[in-house]
């Protein structure tokens, strides 16, 4: 037994670890996935697949190859959000001790959930932990190496994005934002914090969890050690979904801005975000991508309605286990 392992241990047991992986038509991603889950050194584990809807057979292929995954099956696409609070409701009523949240093109090292588990350990005031996630191809470049908030731009970064890796990333520390593709959080935090905002169907739930989590008290860290290869983006460029995309992308900070941000952060944070919105309206233009341009104008309309409800849902009901 390593000392990764050995370290872990509470109460003369392993804390119980769900993963839960939400899938969108990725059958020819989630059979890696999950096998690189099934890999891990990590026990007890238990794996949640949560199938939006998909029509290309992910479903079948999960419940005739693994056959001990916990399988939640969906009609429709009901989004990032509330698919994965799915999972997770099902997660903690399972007892679990930790829960993460997987993208379903992703592959984890065999050591990375061990060393995300004793890093969380580590202090209790730890909501939630990222590992070092690099892009699939090329595989030494970054994708994340921890993240970064500003409320006067309404913005999250990656750090370390698109560089290639060196001893810079290795360092550990607390991150302002964590990114759904690779989280895990401890029961009390989900339990605390809430699950993701369903209102926001998808993009910048992750960002709305981790400021909540920072307003609660807690605090979200990266632990470089543990790693993990993503395909980004694969969901939405499998699905054709670009113009979709720009439309929570111009509707959802400004939603999360309303929540979490200060009258005073507007001040820059809306003609930041005017500005950047009529980037992509131009750049859309160029590629004569009209269905996008409505969508941007469409996230801007849509906007006032969902402001109207949102602080009344700072917590949502998914994991109030």
Known sequence: MDASRREVVVGGRWP???????????REVLEDCVRSIYALSYAPLEVVVVDNGSMDGSAEMVQNTFGDCILIQNEKNLGFAKGNNQGIEVALERGNDYVMTLNNDTLLDLESLSLLVQRAESDPRIAAVSPKIYFADPSDHLWFAGGTFSYWKGRNGHVGYRQKDCPAWNVPGEAQFISGCALLASRHAWQQIGGFDESLFVYSEDVDWSLRARKAGFKLFYEPRAVVWHLESFSTLRNEWQANQMYYCTRNPMVVMWKQGRWWHWLTFLPYHAALSCKRILQALSRRDWLAVVKIFKGFRDFPALARQ?????RTKAALV
């Open 16 to 26: 119980r670890v769900a993963i839960v992986v939400l899938n969108w038509n990725g």
């Open 310 to 314: 949102a602080k009344s849902r700072q």
